[in-house]
């Protein structure tokens, strides 16, 4: 061995050394060069034997010097092209992460629908406060003092003669003061009573109203609109059924029942084995309300109806519980 073998080894090491392609080759040509059993060991122990040993051990160090800082420089080089390589790879495979998607909640789903449909029928959406007056709540909707929907137990009352509205019946007689007939109108909005909260009860809920004011509208009409509504609702074949009743601002009174949806009115659960829904009260607006508003009721007639968006949802989701639609559980209300 002399110094021209040691410097042809180096410049061998070194060629070798600029052509390692990645970090492990790097490290193992480190290994084999200069690691503690490597090559410059072996040289070192063949000094003795050197006929030189000054320029042998010049040699052997510059054997190490460059050696050393090739790698150096190779394994930073190596290193900050990985991190480039990382930064712009992109993993065309990688599963992708899902983000919560925001849904909306099934009443606002299904006042939105209600709303739709009943636009497509001519009708437009008119709103009204929450905190009404007892006038346009109870008054200007033929309710007498001493009905017990007026009562305390019944209505949240505030100061002023003002209250927390408990039908959505109220907005009517604002528009209908507002804007001269004809009017054909659906109101959305929340209501309020004084109920204790139960499976099928809250003290806040929400209504929408209909009401539809012309010349010779008639309980035909209200008939033939409602058949309509349940159709598209609930799905062609819902057949609907008309009780009478009472209500203080129509004459006649009606509840509106639709035939069950789910058993084709057979008769199941939902539909507590009778086959029919209970979905809404509706009438023919009375003489009465039209005074108040103004409108005179040898000229006009119309339809009123109302119905719980709660309960629409409940039947029509399947809910079993009116309070699941206000716990706020994303999971639970994301079916629907
Ligand atoms: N406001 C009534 C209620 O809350 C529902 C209702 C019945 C509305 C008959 C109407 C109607 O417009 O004509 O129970």
């Not at 909306?104 to 009204?128: K, N, S, W, Y």
């Not at 100061?159 to 039908?167: A, E, I, M, N, V």
């Not at 499976?199 to 010349?215: C, R």
């Not at 598209?232 to 639709?258: I, N, W």
Request: charged residues 25%; proline residues 4%; hydrophobic residues 40%.
């Amino acid at each position: 061995m002399d110094v021209q073998e040691v410097d042809r080894l180096t410049e061998a090491a070194l060629a070798e050394i600029g052509a390692a392609q990645d970090l492990s080759v790097a490290e193992a040509l480190r290994v084999k060069y200069i690691g503690r059993n490597g090559l410059l060991p072996e040289l070192m122990k063949q000094m003795k034997d050197a006929m030189d040993k000054r320029a042998m051990g010049q040699a052997l160090n510059r054997f190490k010097v460059s050696v050393t800082d090739a790698l150096v420089e190779k394994k930073a080089q190596l290193e900050a092209a990985a991190k480039t390589i990382q930064a712009d790879a992109f993993d065309w495979s990688l599963p992708g992460r899902w983000a919560p998607r925001g849904r909306l909640h099934p009443v606002t789903q299904l006042i939105e629908r209600v709303c739709a449909l009943f636009r497509r029928m001519g009708f437009v959406v008119a709103d009204g406060p929450d905190v009404e007056t007892e006038y346009y709540n109870f008054d200007a909707l033929n309710t007498p003092a001493d009905h017990v929907s007026r009562d305390m137990q019944d209505t949240f009352y505030l100061p002023g003669g003002l209250l927390l509205r408990t039908q959505t019946s109220a907005v009517q007689a604002r528009y209908m003061q507002a804007h001269p007939p004809p009017v054909r109108i659906v109101c959305p909005g929340r209501c309020y009573r004084r109920d204790t909260t139960d499976a099928t009860h809250s003290a806040n809920f929400h209504q929408i109203e209909g009401l539809y004011v012309d010349e010779r509208v008639s309980l035909a009409d209200l008939k033939s609109d409602l058949d309509h509504f349940a159709g598209e609702l609930m799905g062609s074949g819902v057949k609907t059924r008309f009780r009478t009743h009472f209500f203080p601002f129509t004459e006649p009174s009606v509840e509106v029942d639709f035939s069950c949806h789910m058993c084709g009115g057979r008769g199941c659960r939902v539909c507590k084995h009778s086959g029919w829904i209970e979905i809404m009260g509706a009438g023919m607006v009375d003489p009465n309300v039209f005074k108040a508003v103004g409108y005179d009721p040898e000229k006009v007639t119309g339809y009123a109806f109302g119905m719980g968006i709660e309960r629409l949802a409940m039947i029509l989701f399947g809910i079993d519980d009116i309070r699941r639609l206000y716990e706020n559980d994303a999971r639970y209300l994301a079916q629907f």
